[in-house]
């Protein structure tokens, strides 16, 4: 039992060294409280060792810390998988597009002046890190294929999350992978 821990769970306020001092004569008979300043009664052996009993995690608590982790983790796998950009063969080869938050505004921004009809062609993109001429249509394509890049990062993120809050052990948390 780490019984400094344990104080600081019953007395959140609690100053160590200052309120109380825990100490270790290392003659086996481990630590305990050697100095008690608080107002509050000093707790016994016993409520000590209650305290610690009931701080220990569960299984349940270990599985549902497990799944909020893997959630957490997946969530950034979504984020920089769709951030990593697409590819789109708009061009009639394959290139590779960027799709940083920046590019995404940009994205929405041109497809809004097209819509406006305040854009002509050719519309000056980059492709493959080079500027590259597209048409309307193509460039209409493009965001197409970069909104099929977002939502099918996002629904396989729905999707692992909904097998994650369906696990029932730290196994099949744990299987569960981008």
């Known amino acids: 039992m780490n019984v400094a821990e344990v104080i600081i ?5 609690a100053n160590p060294l200052l309120d109380f001092i825990v100490q270790d004569d290392s003659d ?4 305990y409280i050697a100095q ?5 009664a000093q707790p016994t052996e016993k409520e000590l060792l209650a305290a610690w009993k009931a701080m220990q995690p569960t299984p349940e608590s270990q599985i ?4 909020r982790s893997k959630t957490a983790e997946l969530n950034a796998a979504c984020n920089a998988a769709i951030l990593a950009g697409f590819t789109s063969n708009v061009l009639g080869v394959n ?3 960027d799709f940083v938050y920046e590019a995404q505004t940009n994205l929405n921004t041109m497809l809004n ?6 854009v002509s062609e050719p519309i000056i993109w980059k492709a493959s890190k080079k500027l590259q001429p597209h048409t309307i249509d193509q460039f209409k394509t493009l965001f197409t294929d970069s909104l099929t890049h977002k939502t099918t990062n996002i629904n396989k993120y729905w999707e692992l999350k909904m097998t994650v ?4 052990s730290m196994e099949g948390v744990a299987s569960i992978s981008w």
Do not use: C, R, V
């Open 36 to 40: 008690w300043n608080l107002e509050a």
């Open 113 to 118: 002046a097209i819509i406006a009809d305040l």
């Open 28 to 31: 086996g008979n481990g630590p």
């Open 9 to 13: 769970h019953l007395y959140p306020q």
């Open 64 to 67: 549902a810390n497990a799944k």
């Open 95 to 97: 290139h590779t597009y």
């Open 165 to 168: 809050e369906s696990a029932n």
